[in-house]
C-alpha cells in the first residue's frame, strides 16, 4: 500500500503534535527541517514566555525591573493572544524592554477556545497554562510590579488597573484616550490588529511568532476572502508574513497581495481554525457567554442620581434556538449575570444558516437577506436581559429597557426586528423579579459587537440620546466591522 503524500502544511501540524496521523502515515519527527522553524527559533519564544512570566511574578516580591505589560481585550480571542505575545516580544526582544504578555483571560478558560490552542500548538506553545501568564496569576499579587501598560486590540485600559498606557496598536473605534501618555497610537480599522502588529515588528521575526499572527489574521479574515472583512492592511502583513513560516512549503513567496488567499495551505489553514472555532458541543450555556466576553461601564447622566452601571456582551458563535430554549438562555444569562455583577447583558449570536434550511428557502429568501450588508447565509440575533440586582437599587429598570430597546430599534446599520422564538420579557417567567428582556434577529449581519459597543455606549451615556421622545437617532457607528 503507497503512503499517502502529507502537505506542507500538515507535515509542520504534525510535527507541532496537533492532531493525528491520517492511517498508514507514519507521523514525522517532532522537529521540521525547514529553516524558517528550527528547534532554535521553535524554543526561543517559549523560553521567552515562560521566563518573562516567572520574572513578572517574582517581581511582586522583588521588584527590580519597570516591567511593561502588553494587554489585549478581555475576550482573550486568538487575535489577541497573537498581538500581545508578539509585541511583547518585540519589546523584550529588540527593544530591550522588560515585558510580558497578560492574557486577559482565567487559566482555566484557556480550553473554551480550540482555536487558540490549535494556533498556539502551531507555534510551538504547547502548554499555555504554564506558559502564559494569565488573570488567575495576578489575582493575589500585590502589589501589582507594573505601572506600565501597552494596549492591543483594544484602546481602553481596563478599571481593574491602574498607571500610565504608554502605546496603543488596535483596530477598534478609537475612543481618544492617552494622547498625553502614548508615544505610540496606532488605531487604524482593519481585520486584525495581528496585521497591525506584524508590521511593526522587524521583517525576520521568528517563524512561530509569524506563525502564530498569520493564524490570527485569517481567523478573523475568513482567509483573506475578496469581499470580505480584509482589508489592505491585511492583505499585505499576510504576505509579509507567509514566507517566514513553514506552512508555505515553497510557495510562500509566489503570492501577491491579492492572491494569497487562494494558496492550498492559506484554505487548509483556515479551514482547520474555523473547524475548531466552530466545535462548540461540549461547551455549556455558561462557557459559551464567557467564552468571547467583554465588558463595559456605563454612567447614566439621565436617571436621577446619575449611576452607574456593568453591561457584558457576550458573541455566542450558536443560534439562539440551539441552545437558549425551554428558558436555558434565562437561567444561563442570569447566573453570569450575578456572577460578573451586571446590570445588563447582551448576547450576540453569529452563526450560518444550514444547509438544508438553505435549500427549502431558495435564492429569493437569499435575495430578501441579502441587503448588500454581508454573506446572505450569516445570520445574527440579539438577546437583551436587564436586571435590578440588590445593590442596583437606584436604577429605573423600566426606563433603562425602555431607552435600550428604542436606541436599538431605532438604528438602522443593525436594522433589528424582534424575536418571534424568544419571548423574554416578564410574561415569560423565566427572568427574576425586576428583570426584564428582549430578543431580536439582526438584519445587518455584518454589524459584529465592534458596532454594538458603540451604539450602546451612545444610547446610555448621552442624556439626550435614542430611547428618549423626540430625541433623534444615535451617531452611526463605524462602518468597519472586523471581527466576532
Known sequence: MSTPRLSPFRRFSLAMGIGK????????PSTISAPAASATTESALVSYLTSSKADFLKGAQEPSKNWT??????????????????????????????????????REDLS?????????????????????????????????????FFLVDQNKLGPQFSGNVVGIIDHHQDEGLYKDTATIRNIVQCGSCSSLVATALPPHMPAELATLLLTAI???????????????????????LAPLTPLSGSDGSSFTPDTLHDAPYIRQLTKELKGRKEGLSHLSGWDLLRRDYKEYTHPLPWMAGTPTIKVGLSTVPVALEVWGKKGKLETDSVAWMQHRGLTVLGVLTTFKKDDDDKKKK????????????????????????????????????????SRLWAGLEENKELDVQPHKKFKLDKKSGNLPEGGTGKAYKQGNASATRKVVAPLVKTILEESGG??????????????ESAKL
Open 218 to 240: 485569517l481567523i478573523d479574515t475568513n482567509g483573506l476572502k475578496p469581499g470580505g472583512k480584509a482589508t489592505n492592511e491585511d492583505r499585505q502583513a499576510a504576505v509579509r
Open 21 to 28: 496521523a491520517p492511517t498508514g502515515v507514519e507521523p514525522p
Open 362 to 401: 431558495g435564492s429569493k429568501k437569499k435575495k430578501k437577506d441579502g441587503k448588500g450588508k454581508g454573506d446572505s447565509d450569516h445570520r445574527r440575533e440579539m438577546a437583551w436581559i436587564i436586571l435590578g440586582a440588590e445593590g442596583d437599587a437606584g436604577i429605573d429598570v423600566p426606563a433603562l429597557a
Open 466 to 479: 435614542a430611547g428618549t421622545s423626540g430625541k433623534s437617532d444615535p451617531p452611526p457607528p463605524p462602518e
Open 112 to 148: 473554551l477556545r480550540a482555536e487558540n490552542l490549535y494556533a498556539l500548538g502551531l507555534s510551538g506553545v504547547n502548554q499555555p497554562p504554564e506558559q502564559l501568564l494569565t488573570t488567575t496569576d495576578i489575582e493575589k499579587l500585590n502589589p501589582f510590579p507594573a505601572d506600565s
Open 69 to 106: 505589560v502588553v494587554l489585549g481585550n478581555e475576550a482573550g480571542d486568538l487575535d489577541s493572544v497573537a498581538s500581545s505575545i508578539a509585541y511583547a516580544w518585540y519589546l523584550s526582544s529588540v527593544e530591550k524592554k522588560p515585558a510580558v504578555p497578560l492574557i486577559q483571560i482565567a
